[in-house]
């Protein structure tokens, strides 16, 4: 769907679909709660179960990716949790040794009069911060539709 409503382009003597257009929403939507709304993502969510779940198709799977900046699937989606502790296994020989220290307001500091956060705990985080997106309300969706096709076209 999301590539449907780029317009096309000759190239090398064949119609394709223009894919280098890239519309980024405008910060005042992105920043808007009344037009979006907070959402965790649970273990099992993918972008096309979420978009299936809230639009009722898993087409529109590139509204949540856009309003949330993520470009790339294996890197800006969270993990799920067998595939988070083979990741962390696999990047940390031990993944509870300490990462880093951190103070009581949650700074990186030295050692010495400070608290350990391991390599395991330190992936989680950004882990669960890659899990709280946004969501564009239901009732917003075909305007946002419409204004992206216009946008690309």
């Known amino acids: 769907m999301y590539f449907n409503l780029h317009p096309n382009i000759e ?24 037009v979006l709304t ?32 993520m470009v790339n ?3 800006d989606w969270p993990l799920r949790s067998r595939e988070f502790g083979d ?3 696999g990047k940390y020989t031990l993944p509870d040794a300490v990462h880093h220290y951190e103070d009581v307001d949650g700074f ?10 391991s390599n395991y ?3 989680e ?4 911060a890659k899990g709280q997106i946004k969501i564009l309300k239901p009732e917003y969706l075909s305007a946002f539709v419409k204004n992206f096709s216009n946008l690309v076209a």
């Open 11 to 34: 190239f090398d003597g064949r119609v394709v679909v223009d894919m280098f257009r890239r519309v980024v929403p405008h910060k005042n939507i992105v920043d808007n709660f009344a």
């Open 38 to 69: 907070k959402y965790d993502v649970r273990d099992l969510d993918t972008p096309e179960s979420l978009a299936y779940e809230l639009y009722g198709n898993a087409q529109y799977h590139w509204v949540l990716l856009m309003i949330n900046n």
């Open 73 to 75: 699937m294996r890197k």
């Open 87 to 89: 990741f962390v296994a």
């Open 108 to 117: 990186i500091v030295d050692g010495t009069t400070s608290y350990p956060v």
């Open 121 to 123: 705990t330190y992936e």
């Open 125 to 128: 985080r950004i882990n669960n």
